[in-house]
């Protein structure tokens, strides 16, 4: 069955550094998405991706998240100058319409 | 109002019980929903859509009453593998995009 490969499975970082997500979506699928989940917490949408643009992020996603899908395979969430608040398993997501989403096994941030 | 409102539990059962779960989604606009289970730290994986007219996946039953805005998810001889974290979804849908709007979840402990 195919998977949603995220890497790395968990990243330490210091307070300020900038970290890069990655996830390797389904290679038929159209839409992507970050989830995050702090622990103890709800699954919170991130940020939806279609046709090489965001088409809807939360008021979580602010100046310091971005995303991008460079080479067309690889999708990517970098966080600019991460915070304590930060920490979090953060999910990949991708969907083929009528399909439903698939998550990847998800990478835990952990900042110090 | 929060979007989708669960019941945090924990939900603690002996194997063989019957446990029914219960869920709360505040726009009756939404079309889609979905249980899911979520295992400590990993990724959340689908259970089973909820249609209106009630489902049946073996031992798992869910409801969705839409005048209420309630889903139900029924479990029944519980098995200790049963033991995790089940999460009410309703598909959100603005601006011509969808995400998945999670419950915080409810816990489930079956014990011997």
């Known amino acids: 069955e195919p998977e949603v490969t995220q890497t790395p499975s968990h990243q330490v970082t210091q307070m300020g550094q900038e970290v890069i997500l990655r996830c390797v979506p389904i290679s038929n699928h159209l839409y992507f998405y970050w989830y995050r989940q702090i622990l103890g917490q709800k699954v919170e949408f991130l940020v939806s991706?279609?046709?090489?643009?965001?088409?809807?992020k939360s008021e979580i996603f602010d100046d310091q998240f971005s995303v991008e899908r460079p080479d067309g395979s690889n999708f990517t969430l970098k966080i600019r100058s991460t915070k304590l608040e930060d920490s979090a398993m953060y999910f990949c997501?991708?969907?083929?319409?009528?399909?439903?989403?698939?998550f990847g096994s998800g990478t835990r941030l952990t900042v110090v | 109002r929060k979007e989708v409102e669960q019941d945090p539990g924990p939900f603690n059962v002996p194997e063989g019980a019957t446990v029914a779960f219960n869920c709360t989604y505040s726009?009756?606009?939404?079309?889609?929903f979905f249980w899911y289970r979520q295992d400590c730290r990993k990724e959340p994986k689908l259970l089973m859509s909820v249609y209106s007219s009630g489902n049946e996946d073996g031992r798992f039953t869910a409801q969705l009453n839409r005048a209420s805005q309630y889903i139900s998810l029924l479990i029944r001889d519980s098995k200790l593998s049963d033991s995790a974290t089940y999460l009410c979804v309703v598909l959100g849908f603005s601006g011509g995009y969808n995400k998945l709007i999670f419950g915080a979840g409810t816990r489930l402990a079956v014990h011997p």
């Open positions: 726009n009756s606009a939404s079309q889609s």
């Open positions: 997501a991708s969907v083929r319409v009528n399909y439903g989403y698939t």
């Open positions: 991706f279609y046709n090489n643009e965001i088409s809807e």
